[in-house]
């Protein structure tokens, strides 16, 4: 089988990613796998004697396409989800106690990130205090011992990788300064035909490179997510508390409920019993389950007066490293191009909304000023949303700061991504297991892809007018004065819009 092909260009050292290419055993590990055997008897049993409690920090992998998400469901246990199978193998491996067992809130627990049902991940990072033998990381160093002991437990598609000790203060949700998604997307999905000739392809790839990159900068997402959840009063009613259930979520005063707020706070039923939040990743287009329902609702508008049940923060503004494509590669016969996200973090849906505008722009099914509107804070839109099925979380970078301007990285963190036994573990994750379950998304004849196709094609044209009195208000808007509020170094930023935008309209 072709194995499917990434990271085509650099990534820095202190990034937590997967190689391209098999690592060899060096000499020093070659000793350290000889000497472990010894002195880690305990380790080769299904379950340690705990000596003490300590906080730890593990790198998973998992591919997600058999679980409802990545965050432990308390209030449904029938949905299977990674948190929940991960719970149960380190309790049963004894890194957890009875009387902690079933509350992730007593142990600690952090994770840099999460996932949406399908969405895959060979870099999620999670924090906890955990019953440790007292052999643990004696004669090993990287923690890998101890990273298959739990992984004995697990199903075949999640995997732990390294479990080390972490410093007290480790808080790997905000100390996760960069994370990077890759999304792999047929290419005859864009356009692109077995027929063409090499310099069609990279035209085609090279048109969609420039839509793209249309998304890099800082920006507010606020069309990419569902907005209500990034608003103070939202927050508090989807929070999981840690894996225990949620709290009851405060009633919505009458007045307050639109067409929107409608649409949104169905969606948000359905969202919040999948266990999402403010990270990455219901198919199809949003708010379009049923396309006569779809037309009823105004679908771009531009806000001329402020709305008072519709804000955004600054929760709604997010900054986009990189958004760009790679080259024509194949798998299994499928022709795919891997898309690469980095972002300091993302909302709900926000890159499959990303990557869904993308396709339907090159697909010529919305104009090409589309993200340009979009990104505006005074624009409402409702865009298309892409499958979740080719989504993976790749890589993460962690820095915490010593003084402004001067970073550094927890010694846990540093030889977690330096290390060659862990990133071997990865390797054989990653073509053992992983390649062989995503490829078979890349036919573009069968589903995900077939319906979400047809879904979009039927929805051509239903925005186009509402669409008018969106340019309208961006030209009127455009010719106010307006004063510079923000200007840092090289990330120039003017009022709520970038530098970038701001050159665009004078």
Not at 50 to 66: A, E, H, L, N, P
Not at 72 to 80: A, E, G
Not at 294 to 321: C, G, M, N
Not at 372 to 401: D, Q
Request: with cysteine; aromatic share 8%.
């Amino acid at each position: 089988m072709a194995a499917v092909s990434f990271l085509r260009y650099s990534v820095p050292s202190r990034v937590f990613s997967y190689p391209t290419r098999l690592i060899r055993v060096t000499p020093a590990f070659a000793r350290f796998s000889s000497s472990a055997v010894a002195s880690t008897s305990s380790l080769s049993t299904d379950k340690w004697e705990s000596y003490r409690k300590k906080k730890v920090v593990i790198r998973i992998g998992y591919v997600g396409t058999d679980y409802r998400g990545l965050q432990i469901q308390r209030d449904d246990p029938s949905l299977k989800t990674i948190e929940g199978e991960l719970e149960v193998a380190i309790y049963k491996a004894g890194g957890i106690l009875d009387s902690n067992y079933g509350d992730l809130h007593k142990i600690g627990w952090a994770r840099s990130s999460r996932t949406d049902k399908g969405v895959h991940s060979l870099a999620t990072t999670i924090s906890l205090k955990m019953e440790i033998p007292e052999t643990a990381w004696k004669d090993d160093p990287h923690g890998t011992l101890l990273a298959r002991c739990i992984s004995r437990h697990l199903p075949d598609n999640i995997r732990v990788f390294s479990v080390l000790p972490s410093q007290r203060r480790f808080d790997p949700r905000r100390e996760c300064t960069l994370r990077m998604y890759s999304y792999l997307l047929p290419v005859d999905v864009i356009g692109v035909k077995n027929s063409f000739t090499s310099d069609e392809i990279d035209h085609h790839l090279s048109d969609f490179n420039e839509i793209l990159k249309q998304f890099e900068g800082d920006y507010p997402f606020h069309n990419y997510t569902q907005r209500s959840k990034y608003r103070r009063k939202a927050q508090q009613k989807i929070t999981q508390r840690n894996g225990r259930p949620p709290k009851k979520p405060k009633s919505i005063q009458a007045s307050e409920v639109t067409e929107e707020n409608k649409r949104e706070n169905e969606e948000e039923k359905v969202e919040v019993e999948e266990g999402e939040e403010e990270e990455e990743e219901a198919d199809g287009v949003e708010s379009n389950e049923d396309v006569a329902d779809a037309q009823a609702y105004i679908r771009a508008k531009w806000l001329h007066e402020p709305d008072e049940t519709d804000k955004l923060s600054a929760a709604h503004f997010r900054k986009v490293f990189r958004c760009s494509c790679g080259k024509l590669e194949n798998s299994l016969g499928f022709g795919f191009v891997e898309i690469s996200i980095w972002g300091e973090s993302f909302m709900l849906h926000q890159i499959r909304k990303m990557i869904g505008t993308a396709v339907a722009v090159k697909r010529e099914l919305l104009p090409r000023d589309i993200i340009r509107l979009s990104l505006n804070k005074f624009t409402r839109i409702v865009l298309p949303l892409a499958p979740s099925e080719v989504l993976i979380l790749r890589g993460n970078s962690f820095e915490v700061p010593k003084a402004p301007g001067n970073f550094r990285r927890r010694p846990e963190i540093k030889a977690m991504g330096e290390s060659e036994e862990v990133e071997r573990e990865v390797e054989e994750f990653y073509r053992g297991v992983m390649v062989p379950q995503v490829s078979r998304f890349l036919d573009s004849e069968e589903a995900p892809w077939k319906e979400w196709l047809e879904h979009l094609e039927r929805n051509d044209g239903m925005i186009d007018e509402q669409l008018e009195d969106v340019r309208r208000g961006w030209e009127e808007w455009k010719a106010k004065p307006r004063i510079v509020t923000r200007r840092t170094g090289d990330d120039k930023e003017y009022g709520s819009v970038s530098a970038a935008v701001h050159q665009a309209q004078h």
